[in-house]
């Protein structure tokens, strides 16, 4: 109960355009197309969306972003991302790992996640392909990020995660007006929370959990994956659009400096080498080679998940193929 | 070593030598601008400068530490822009990346050494390791193919450790000419003529995909155990971190887990030979 602060909503955005100095602000706002974070400026701060589901973009592009300069260490300015959904918060989880192996320190990913304050939301909503809570994922986060925020009516409800983000609830206090929460909106919450969780375990009935998809990748035949594989173009958005996906290429540049770009396993010659070999030349290896490497390998190397149950492959699939029907067909 | 601050940087190498091997093979030799030293069988990643970078392993002795050498066979871009660099011009170099061999673990035992074309390269710097450690070692036997005699490399290497003692070389070509008095015929064939106390052996491969599949067979049939094969695997280890994911090889990095493996580590992943 301790962690819980309020303030009312005209104060939140009051103290947001005060720290818009400080930071670059990234939030998520709906527009013509889409819904997805956008840089937040002083005319844009009341159009924030508070506790939807993840917004279009996975929140790994703010940290590793699409091509990046990984040699000129240029210095990060501080930055808050406000909105982040638990599945892309949990995501970050597999990202660190890889990105923070003690052997393999990778410096501009690390300033990156340094110079972040992390203010997550509860998803009080869900979308059609969400299946987080199947895969043990609570919607709401207690982990990784900040700060945990809930806006009940008009009032803005904090919950500090880490010593971060109690450090910045205090900053706040500086300038604007903070309680603790009141019983009533921390229950409301609870309320919201539980009604998503058990939606979502409604939504996808049938659907084994995280733990089962790899035997049944396993299982799987050259059949099946040829079949699920059939409509596939090869276009890479369900591995650019995945919060844990994070392959990528080293381009040259003159003067030894490298660019990290993001790539995937599911276009052509992502394995091949100078020799000719190349194992994922066909198009069901490579579709297949996604599945393994999420629901297979990644478990058998990594604690954290390689799939969070976001839903945004079966979204983002130009040819409608969803891997959900896979494990359905499978579960049985 | 590498920068520690960021691990994309490379060092600056000097190249001071291009030695020409065969007609399709060169061997390049840097001096770094840091002492920079590697475990025999762990690679580097090679920058040509704004054009790209590639794996090797080096060639040199892993004793050496002002001076590293890499052979590379002319084969893709990089390897292409690498061929037509000229002396006093600078590389880049990142590493040591990946698992070597286990050196400690060969000692009191016979090594079988089977290798094909530019598979000598990594072959050479363990060959010197084991050379420099050989009152440890009982025997080396060096199993060499390559298509055709011009394109055996490192000759005079070679004749240097037909007078060492504990080692011995067979080579093999595809295609002979008629100055050729070795043996013709795949590589394996060597594994054939070779005298081999197997239980007090260890056996390693590295060369072409297609060398590795039979080579690793003809162990098995010879009677060696899956853990004492050792196999350098060669995949499109591209950041050398285990993170940009070229070089999955099933659950592995090849990058960070690899090169070397023994076959029973890998023998349950996916398209190993290809």
Known sequence: ?332 | MNDKTNIYKPIRAKLLKVITESPTIKTFVMEPEQDFSFKTGEFIELTVDGIGEAPFTPSSSPLETKQIEVTVMKTGYVTEYLHNMKEGETLGIRGPFGRGYPVEKFYDKEVLILGGGCGFAPIRSLLYNLAAISDKLRKVTLCYGSKTPDECIYKPYVEQLRNTPKFEVLRTVDIPDEKWTETVGVSTVLLDKVKVDIKNSVAVCCGPPIMMKFGTKKFLEMGYPEHDIYLSMEKNMSCGLGKCGHCMMGKYFVCKDGPVFTYNEIKDQPDIWS
């Not at chain 1, 939140?12 to 400026?41: G, H, R």
């Not at chain 1, 080293?250 to 190349?278: M, S, T």
């Open chain 1, 1 to 332: 109960m301790k962690n819980y602060y309020s303030l009312h909503i005209s104060e939140w955005n009051k103290a947001i355009e005060k720290v818009l100095s400080d930071y670059l602000i990234y939030a998520p706002i709906k527009n013509d197309f889409t819904l997805d974070y956008e840089l937040i400026n002083q005319t844009n701060i009341s159009e924030i969306l508070y506790n939807i589901p993840k917004p279009t973009t996975p929140i790994k592009t703010l940290f590793l972003p699409i091509k990046e300069n990984v040699t000129n260490d240029k210095p990060n300015q501080k930055r808050i991302i406000i909105g982040t959904p638990n599945c892309d918060i949990q995501g970050l989880k597999i990202l660190d790992e890889i990105y923070l192996d003690k052997d393999f320190w990778d410096s501009t990913y690390h300033a990156k996640r340094e110079n972040t304050l992390l203010i997550s939301t509860p998803c009080f909503d869900t979308q059609e392909y969400c299946h987080c809570s199947v895969y043990g994922i609570n919607p709401f986060p207690t982990e990784v990020a900040d700060i945990s925020l809930s806006k009940v009516d008009t009032k803005i409800n904090l919950e500090i995660l880490s010593d971060k983000g109690e450090k910045f609830i205090a900053e706040l206090k500086g300038f604007a007006s903070i309680s603790k929460s009141a019983e009533t909106d921390l229950k409301d919450i609870e309320l919201k929370q539980s009604k998503v969780e058990k939606q979502i375990h409604s939504n996808n009935s049938g659907l084994p959990d995280y733990k089962k998809t790899g035997d049944i990748v396993q299982q799987a035949t050259e059949e099946t994956w040829k079949r699920y594989s059939s409509k596939c173009v090869s276009c890479g958005a369900c591995a650019t659009i995945c919060p844990t996906c994070t392959c990528f290429l080293l381009i040259d540049k003159p003067n030894f400096e490298k660019v990290r770009q993001l790539d995937a396993c599911q276009y052509p010659a992502f394995e091949r080498v100078a020799g000719g070999e190349d194992n994922l030349h066909q198009l069901p290896k490579r579709f297949k080679n996604r599945y393994f490497c999420k629901y297979v390998w990644k478990p058998e190397k990594f604690k954290s998940l390689a799939c969070t149950g976001c839903g945004r492959c079966i979204e983002a699939c130009i040819a409608k193929i969803n891997k959900n029907e896979l494990f359905r067909e499978f579960a049985s």
